[in-house]
């Protein structure tokens, strides 16, 4: 088994830093965009057979070392009882989550009930990899599933849920408080089927203040990191960390992936010994051109040093990125060797 | 006349921190939207009397320690010859800049003659408030003005802009440079026409990394603020400055103006004493309740200490804001004492 990732979360030697990319199963690939032209987001979410071969497809075309499940993030949220569209301009939640009978009203579903697809999938993947490389499970963190529950959306301020977080803190803790225990078990759902390491996305989170982070979003990651326990390795991702990394590292994560704001340099300085790093190409930066994407990822990977880091992206993968520059990506890091 | 702000952009002591707010002159007031019934954002940018009204608007119903004139940091990009509109959500630009060739057909404008309106506007400013408090001049920083000409208006990543600068350097840098000259040339104008203080805006130079903001950004507004010299106090704003806030000290600024994500404490803390630092609320709280306007607000005033700070927020203030709220952040700067 390829277990470079499973060896960087727990901090052992490797001969070179794995690599993966966040939606690595997606739009830029052709196979992709074939099997979409047959159903929808969603669907495709749903269909155990289609989630695991686009789940492979950036394993077999790309020859990542890490495969992630297909999947989205407000999948539990759905399963809660919220009627969610997944558009192309992204998800959208018609009647948004604002009082407490509305919070009141979510169910803290069985995942073995509620979304069986999630396991099959899991259970899928396992089969077809043979252990080939790892699977890593992911959900998204309370603040973020809150972000869109409570904004009924996408959002450019956050001015909803914040509003709504200050004026009526014990609302919004009790909305937090339900989507981690439902996280939670989410995870704990796709470990027993077969996830050998879970990313927790609580990509809306920098859009906070240290102090907000430390109320809102930090006391759910620690309550979900705190059900999984070790029994596999967590990654913790927030888009725009640099405010609050310093909190991020008692999360409990063994991972803790950064954003392409924040130099890796500076991450590991203020990030210590104490967690490994993932991350952190500005995903613009696969868009062209090759010499570029060799200097820059060249940078990361001389900044993180030889042990503790998973090469990714700092976001995900651009619809427009061109295969072939993605496959330099993961190139780049095979062929690189420390100084 | 009201100086502390002045004072505080030089160094000097004051009894308290001056506060203003970033788009002051705006939605929140009644008072504003009264008057942009009668006439289109841009009709209002571009009629002295208006302007000059709606500027003075927050003055006088808030009583804050400086006034901004009203206006738009696309008004030097339309008189470089790019058609501009600025519609509610957002400025649109039908036609963007990719190419060399549309670089070379943008005029560098003369000010005087392009937009005397701002001049006059000015003028009329410094007349009605004799001196009463501070003029602040503004305009938007190359690298911001340079994302919506090339993205063609607001964006999520950057994408276009981000890859045209790592696929043509040149192109972009020349981009960047004929909006530095722009931009020298039109804050001098607003200067000669009585503006007390300038902020620059580079909004959007917080989604670049710091090796891309010293590339693309840095250098522009240093050019800028060398122009300038020591006319007037530069005040620079970035939103999401945390990872760059380091370089944003050299950029000759003698004002660092920064976003919420980031404490009071660590800003002054990085920046030690060789800027004074202006902001930081974030502008959710001022949707209330009080008690939090309150809390978080002196917690900047005890981070930030007795000199070297403008209290204002972390970014513009929203639209929906109760005008008592934004009265509320006045007085507490008002009524605040050190300890």
Known sequence: MNDRLLRVCRRQPVDRAPVWMMRQAGRYLPEYREIRQKLSFLELCKNTDLAAEVSLQPYRILDVDAVIFFSDILIP????????????????????????????????????????????????????????????????????????????????????????????????????????????????????????????????AGELNRSDYEEFALPYTRKIFEAIGSRVPRILYVNGCASILDSMVSSGAEVLSIDWRISMAEARRRSGERVALQGNLDPCVLLGPKERILAKTEEILEQAGPTGHILNLGHGILPQTPVENARCFVEIAKNYRQA
Chains 1, 2 share one sequence.
Do not use: C
């Open 77 to 204: 949220v759905e399963a809660m009882g919220v009627p969610v569209s997944l558009t192309d301009k992204g998800p959208e939640i018609a009647n948004p989550i604002r009082t407490q009978s509305a919070i009141d009203s979510l169910r803290i579903p069985d995942p073995s009930v509620e979304v069986p697809f999630v396991g099959a999938i899991i259970k899928k993947l396992r089969q077809e990899l043979r252990n080939a490389v790892p699977l890593i499970g992911f959900a998204g963190a309370p603040w973020t599933l809150a972000s869109y529950l409570v904004e009924g959306g996408g959002s450019k301020n956050f001015a909803e849920i914040k509003s709504l977080a200050y004026r009526e803190p014990r609302l919004v803790h009790a909305l937090l408080d339900k989507l981690a225990s439902t996280v939670g078990s989410y995870l704990l759902f796709q470990i027993e089927s077969g996830a050998q390491v879970i990313q927790l996305f609580d990509t809306w």
